[in-house]
């Protein structure tokens, strides 16, 4: 397997702090992020696709969107991480979302697919 070009400074960054050296800290978000590179990179893994960009069909979330989730919020009482993949949704015309959130049920005009 080829490693990315910063494996190995992250590598020795992040055993200095499982040992102690640093006293390391992170967010949800930053776990978020490092859970969707492992769903895409198991999913690249799983149906054989040539890279993990095959796995994936992101799309931005620019200042337009923030404005929409702020409004979303504000409208439907929801999160802001809620309102913002509403917002995105919105924007490409997505009306269906797979979730267990229970907040979506307030909003009007979106299918709601519980696993």
């Given amino acids: 397997m080829k490693r990315p070009k910063f494996f190995p400074a992250c590598n020795v960054f992040l055993t200095r702090i499982e040992s102690g050296s640093y006293n390391g800290i992170t967010s949800t978000l930053v776990l978020n992020e490092v859970l969707h590179k492992l769903i895409v990179a198991e999913a690249a893994k799983i149906y054989r696709l040539h890279s993990e960009q095959n796995a994936v069909n992101i799309c931005s979330f620019d200042e337009t969107a923030l404005d929409m989730?702020?409004?979303l919020s504000n409208r439907?009482?929801?999160l802001i991480s809620d309102a913002s993949h509403l917002a995105v949704m919105?924007?490409?015309g997505i009306t269906n979302i797979a979730t267990n959130d229970s907040d979506f049920e307030r909003v009007?005009?979106?299918d709601i697919y519980k696993p």
């Fill in 69 to 71: 989730a702020v409004d």
């Fill in 76 to 78: 439907h009482g929801l």
């Fill in 90 to 92: 919105k924007a490409q």
């Fill in 108 to 110: 009007n005009g979106i």
